[in-house]
């Protein structure tokens, strides 16, 4: 290997004796030639491509088959899919971290520019994810061009008994391609493939095949949904999944149901967090007075639902005044996601319920020099690490890199927007059905925007903003460290600390 790059340096490995090396016994020695081979892809021959693309069929190195699916992009888009195409039929390399992964990096262009290829390669592939990414691939360009999607349904139609994983990976991939999305126009073929699909013995597939149906307008799917999620006897996470489809797709009249399921105690939550979310006049006034029954963990969500509208992030605060919500359940998430609805009297109600959203930076550097105080390594030692872990689940998982330091955590929670690099800026969103998100912007696409809010990831249709105001601030709030006692202060350090991950403690709250 030394010889080899020493002559590569020196300009003494020409490439038809790179060539040759590409037939040497030693699996490093072939990888290392197609690397060389390719230092100037405008210089590939002929000779060369044909030579790669027979090593892809054969070499019986996944090394070797990992250089080949890294040498794709470095190909001009013509001469990629001959390799990908030998390269995706390796059903050996399916389950490798990394080789599926490097193979769609070296087709995505290719199967934007030609559409055609790329379903060819969906059909080949033994790679489930790269059979997705190019569905989702041809899914994202249905609005502009709808003919390359309505083709890989139709060439997918009549597969489904022989390949019930195509028909999964292909209906992954549409509908990762249209999250987000309250309705679309359907595919020609989508009918004759949803046909097919609906009858397969898997129910991923049928349930799929349902929610596609309903974006895309089906009246019989929509009635299908509210039937699964009125059935106490159906299946809690499908129920759930039916439902968070029928929010999405904004079905007409869904405040019923949803009264009717806030008393299921599988679906109380979403369905009193949907009740805020369609903006029902009655859904403040129903999460409070439920609260108290909740669980730990349920509560988080309702919280985040209540604090996206003015209305009901008043009836929350008035609660917390009375009593009837623990103060010490408002972490400065959701104080600061209230002051970002832009309502005085609500700040001002704010403040006297919770306190000031930023503290002071004076305040914060006392907070900072006390805690290294506090926090002495002998105090560390005696910390419960699996209630650490799961206040950090509950209140800031957004730590990165750099947390074995003391100074490193206390600098990024107490003023965790001191530094914050551009891409981590926090978003306000204000919707134009009433209701405003904060958030990290963790994907776009022509028609929508994911946030990635403290609870979870949001998609939205951009036809639905009606502002986005970015900010320098960090996702994670001012003040968090103020919202913790001294043990939960210890615990959540230490686990943050711990080089090793912990169980999370057992559930001690019964819900009721």
Not at 16 to 25: P, Q
Not at 33 to 60: C, F, N, Y
């Amino acid at each position: 290997m030394r010889a080899l790059w020493a002559l590569n340096a020196i300009g003494a490995a020409a490439p038809d004796w790179l060539l040759m090396r590409t037939r040497d016994s030693d699996e490093y020695v072939r990888s290392w030639a197609i690397r060389l081979l390719l230092d100037d892809p405008a210089k590939t021959s002929r000779e060369a491509i044909a030579r790669l693309i027979e090593m892809g069929r054969a070499d019986p190195s996944p090394f070797v088959r990992l250089y080949l699916a890294s040498a794709l992009q470095r190909l001009p888009l013509d001469a990629r899919r001959g390799l990908a195409d030998a390269l995706v039929r390796h059903a050996e390399d399916a389950g490798d971290h990394n080789l599926p992964l490097m193979l769609w990096y070296g087709i995505e262009p290719l199967v934007g520019a030609q559409p055609a290829a790329g379903i060819e390669l969906a059909l080949a592939s033994e790679h489930r994810v790269v059979r997705q990414f190019i569905a989702r691939r041809l899914a994202e360009d249905m609005e502009h061009n709808p003919g390359p999607l309505a083709l890989l349904l139709r060439r997918t139609t009549g597969t489904g008994e022989g390949r019930p994983a195509l028909f999964q990976d292909v209906l992954r991939g549409i509908s990762d391609a249209l999250r987000g999305l309250r309705k679309a126009t359907p595919p020609a073929t989508w009918a004759a493939f949803a046909a097919e699909a609906g009858r397969s013995d898997d129910p991923e597939i049928r349930d799929r095949v349902r929610d596609l149906s309903a974006l895309f307008g089906d009246g019989r799917a929509l009635d299908a949904l509210r039937d699964t999620v009125a059935d106490p006897k159906a299946d809690a996470a499908t129920r759930r999944s039916a439902l968070k489809t029928l929010l999405d797709s904004r079905a007409e009249n869904l405040a019923p149901l949803l009264k009717e399921i806030s008393n299921d105690s599988a679906l109380r939550v979403p369905a009193m967090a949907g009740l805020l979310q369609i903006g029902d006049p009655e859904a403040a006034a129903l999460a409070v007075s439920r609260y108290e029954w909740l669980g730990l963990e349920e509560r988080p969500v309702l919280l985040a639902a209540l604090v996206t509208r003015p209305a009901a992030a008043r009836a929350l605060l008035d609660a917390v005044g009375g009593g009837k919500i623990p103060r010490t359940d408002l972490t400065p998430f959701h104080a600061r996601q209230m002051a970002s609805l832009d309502d005085p009297a609500l700040t001002r109600r704010l403040t006297e319920v919770w306190g000031d959203v930023r503290p002071s930076d004076a305040g914060k550097r006392a907070t900072m020099e006390r805690l290294r105080k506090q926090l002495a390594p002998d105090r560390l030692k005696t910390a419960d690490l699996p209630h650490g872990r799961q206040i950090f689940n509950q209140a800031c998982a957004s730590t990165g890199s750099g947390r074995a330091s003391l100074d490193y955590l206390l600098e990024n929670i107490v003023d965790p927007s001191a530094v914050v690099p551009a891409d981590f800026w926090m978003s306000v969103v204000e919707l134009k059905d009433g209701r405003t998100l904060n958030g990290v912007v963790a994907a776009k696409t022509d028609r929508t925007m994911t946030l990635q809010t403290m609870t979870e990831q949001v998609t939205v249709e951009r036809a639905d903003i009606k502002t986005i105001r970015e900010s320098t601030l960090s996702l994670m709030p001012d003040g968090l460290i103020e919202s913790l006692d001294e043990a939960q202060v210890r615990d959540l350090i230490a686990y943050l600390m711990s080089p090793r991950q912990v169980f999370l403690p057992k559930a001690s709250a019964q819900t009721k």
